[in-house]
């Protein structure tokens, strides 16, 4: 089967220079002789040459129009083209180069050296092609393995904090759901411009995720507190609230042997976080208003609303009606005011997830929680 031969488009407003030019040429490349720069504009979008042999002094559109033309158009600007021209100054030759042209031929010339430029530019760009597949696939190599990794990561957290939840008496999937959750409402975050400063800066995978260690400070808090099935005494709550503590301290020494940060530093902040108050009434630190990170604030929210529709042992689910009446109440006192407008907007997503886990509302028992309760959510 006969190779194909490259395509190569001469652009010259003399007639014996194009037919020179085409006989030189037509042995090795399949010649297109243009005679006009107007003229090129019509074929190239019909034909896509691999170079262009472009005349300099043309009537009406002179070379240096057709370049700066060529280059500013995406479609066409990486088309080699050298410039062929009677004009040998210096002067000439560096407008020609600087404008885009990656050589220049001066006329007459001769077959010889007009093939070797020719070669010689046509193996350069194919250089150039080769080198931007390499690096395409290097890229898409490099995005893989760090999808695979963060999967891997995900993955790791996933099964630890399933296993946290496991010894708390958690059988419903907490940490997955407040996961779901927060991912929701950073989604509607960036739909408005609510927040938009402290958005910006936020990866909103890495926010998510790392939203799974939340109550990871719960592996310092001893089962009898975690399990006991009533109220706790003022003593064993103390103890209970230093969860958030243990929890950031201990991402904190991963932090100190680790060389990424970023995923890290997300879930120090909930986990330490998530159950300070908008008044700052909370714990551990009594923070209020602004100065607790958004993704505590978000994290509170989520969490909360899955601590009150879900059996635990020391109450019954309520409805996510009520949760939803009862999270309006907190507006602030427990909650950012904005961030409970965000929830009521996406409430209704978050009943989807609750249904994915639960599988039917039904499963909700209408109560009502007694604040007294809650150890922790």
């Given at each position: 089967?006969?190779?194909?031969?490259?395509?190569?488009?001469?652009?010259?407003?003399?007639?014996?220079?194009?037919?020179?030019?085409?006989?030189?040429?037509?042995?090795?490349?399949?010649?297109?002789?243009?005679?006009?720069?107007?003229?090129?504009?019509?074929?190239?979008?019909?034909?896509?040459?691999?170079?262009?042999?472009?005349?300099?002094?043309?009537?009406?559109?002179?070379?240096?129009?057709?370049?700066?033309?060529?280059?500013?158009?995406?479609?066409?600007?990486?088309?080699?083209?050298?410039?062929?021209?009677?004009?040998?100054?210096?002067?000439?030759?560096?407008?020609?180069?600087?404008?885009?042209?990656?050589?220049?031929?001066?006329?007459?010339?001769s077959a010889p050296l007009?093939?070797?430029?020719?070669?010689?530019?046509?193996?350069?760009?194919?250089?150039?092609?080769?080198?931007?597949?390499?690096?395409?696939?290097?890229?898409?190599?490099?995005?893989?393995?760090?999808?695979?990794?963060?999967?891997?990561?995900?993955?790791?957290?996933?099964?630890?904090?399933?296993?946290?939840?496991?010894?708390?008496?958690?059988?419903?999937?907490?940490?997955?759901?407040?996961?779901?959750?927060?991912?929701?409402?950073?989604?509607?975050?960036?739909?408005?411009?609510?927040?938009?400063?402290?958005?910006?800066?936020?990866?909103?995978?890495?926010?998510?995720?790392?939203?799974?260690?939340?109550?990871?400070?719960?592996?310092?808090?001893?089962?009898?507190?975690?399990?006991?099935?009533?109220?706790?005494?003022?003593?064993?709550?103390?103890?209970?609230?230093?969860?958030?503590?243990?929890?950031?301290?201990?991402?904190?020494?991963?932090?100190n042997i680790t060389v990424?940060?970023?995923?890290?530093?997300?879930?120090?902040?909930?986990?330490?976080?998530?159950?300070?108050?908008?008044?700052?009434?909370?714990?551990?630190?009594?923070?209020?208003?602004?100065?607790?990170?958004?993704?505590?604030?978000?994290?509170?929210?989520?969490?909360?609303?899955?601590?009150?529709?879900?059996?635990?042992?020391?109450?019954?689910?309520?409805?996510?009606?009520?949760?939803?009446?009862?999270?309006?109440?907190?507006?602030g006192r427990h909650f950012?005011?904005?961030?409970?407008?965000?929830?009521?907007?996406?409430?209704?997503?978050?009943?989807?997830?609750?249904?994915?886990?639960?599988?039917?509302?039904?499963?909700?028992?209408?109560?009502?929680?007694?604040?007294?309760?809650?150890?922790?959510?």
């Amino acid at each position: 089967m006969e190779e194909k031969r490259l395509k190569i488009m001469l652009v010259d407003d003399n007639s014996s220079n194009l037919n020179i030019g085409r006989t030189m040429l037509k042995e090795y490349y399949e010649v297109f002789p243009i005679p006009s720069g107007a003229k090129l504009f019509e074929v190239l979008p019909r034909v896509r040459p691999s170079l262009i042999l472009l005349d300099i002094l043309m009537p009406e559109m002179d070379g240096y129009e057709v370049i700066k033309r060529l280059k500013e158009a995406p479609e066409w600007a990486d088309i080699p083209v050298i410039f062929l021209t009677s004009k040998s100054d210096e002067r000439s030759e560096l407008e020609g180069l600087s404008l885009g042209a990656r050589d220049y031929v001066a006329k007459p010339f001769s077959a010889p050296l007009l093939l070797q430029r020719i070669k010689n530019q046509l193996l350069l760009e194919s250089q150039r092609k080769e080198l931007e597949r390499y690096n395409e696939n290097l890229e898409k190599l490099v995005e893989d393995k760090t999808a695979e990794i963060f999967q891997l990561q995900g993955a790791i957290i996933a099964t630890l904090a399933d296993m946290l939840e496991y010894r708390d008496g958690e059988t419903g999937g907490h940490v997955f759901r407040t996961q779901k959750y927060l991912r929701i409402m950073v989604d509607r975050l960036l739909e408005t411009d609510l927040y938009a400063e402290e958005v910006a800066d936020f990866n909103k995978d890495e926010v998510v995720t790392s939203a799974i260690l939340h109550d990871i400070g719960k592996i310092g808090i001893s089962d009898a507190i975690l399990r006991k099935p009533g109220p706790l005494t003022p003593e064993e709550f103390n103890e209970m609230k230093r969860h958030t503590v243990i929890g950031a301290e201990a991402i904190a020494r991963i932090e100190n042997i680790t060389v990424s940060h970023y995923f890290l530093k997300y879930a120090k902040t909930i986990a330490r976080t998530h159950h300070e108050k908008w008044d700052g009434t909370g714990y551990p630190d009594g923070l209020a208003g602004r100065d607790i990170p958004l993704e505590g604030r978000l994290m509170a929210v989520a969490d909360v609303y899955d601590a009150l529709i879900s059996d635990r042992p020391y109450k019954k689910a309520m409805s996510a009606e009520k949760a939803k009446e009862l999270i309006s109440e907190g507006r602030g006192r427990h909650f950012d005011p904005n961030l409970v407008d965000v929830f009521l907007s996406v409430s209704h997503k978050f009943e989807e997830v609750v249904l994915e886990f639960a599988g039917s509302p039904a499963s909700f028992s209408e109560v009502v929680l007694d604040p007294q309760l809650s150890k922790s959510a």
